[in-house]
């Protein structure tokens, strides 16, 4: 029987050390995890750990402290909204920017932001407001703001439409049913939801 001289080698390879910004994202990616399965309060730096498969020194290195690891896990995994949909009315480009933010509130890092808005206390949810209000409600209100103006530009929208609580509206709605009423949110009640609120609500008088 022949040995080969190669039987080492795997062993070898899997213990080759990630560095640098393949270990973070590893870290990143295991701190979503944790916090879209087991919660804020269930997440600890050694399961984040173990779940990177990477030692807890190596987190507290780049992290000293829970909130440090969760703020920018958060702002790694949240999908941008650098765009707005422009495809030629204000309905479609309401139901399209709908979609984005459904898709982003059901998705790994919509679930780990929603356990810590709802998991932290008071003290602990201030540490997070800018990257909640920075990387959520502050583009969500950007593009709804662009998307309302081009409306009225095209004589689509009443002039007076371009207001806070105009733009508060689909923000407001998606959290209420989402929260409140378990609603998922899937493509007919979004529809629904801009035929008949939004788009009485925006059409200029006469319409």
């Not at 690891?69 to 309401?94: H, I, K, N, Y």
């Not at 949810?125 to 909640?132: E, G, L």
């Not at 409306?151 to 049913?177: H, S, T």
Request: net charge neutral; glycine share 8%.
């Amino acid at each position: 029987m022949v040995t080969s001289r190669w039987t080492a080698a795997p062993a070898q390879t899997a213990s080759l050390r990630r560095r640098g910004a393949v270990l973070e994202r590893a870290i990143l990616d295991a701190a979503l995890d944790q916090l879209s399965t087991v919660g804020w309060k269930g997440l600890t730096m050694e399961g984040v750990a173990a779940g990177a498969q990477t030692g807890k020194a190596a987190v507290y290195r780049r992290w000293p402290s829970k909130e440090d690891l969760v703020a920018d896990a958060l702002q790694a995994g949240l999908p941008p909204f650098e765009e707005a949909p422009d495809l030629g009315s204000v309905r479609e480009d309401l139901l399209t920017l709908c979609r984005r933010a459904r898709d982003a509130m059901f998705s790994r890092p919509g679930f780990a932001l929603s356990a810590v808005i709802h998991e932290c206390d008071p003290a602990q949810a201030a540490r997070f407001h800018s990257v909640i209000f920075g990387g959520v409600v502050e583009p969500t209100l950007r593009l709804l703001r662009e998307i309302i103006t081009r409306g009225i530009e095209r004589k689509e929208v009443r002039d007076d439409a371009a207001n806070g609580y105009v733009f508060d509206v689909i923000p407001a709605m998606l959290m209420y049913r989402s929260k409140m009423c378990a609603s998922e949110w899937n493509d007919r009640d979004l529809e629904e939801m801009i035929d008949q609120l939004m788009l009485p609500l925006l059409r200029p008088t006469g319409g």
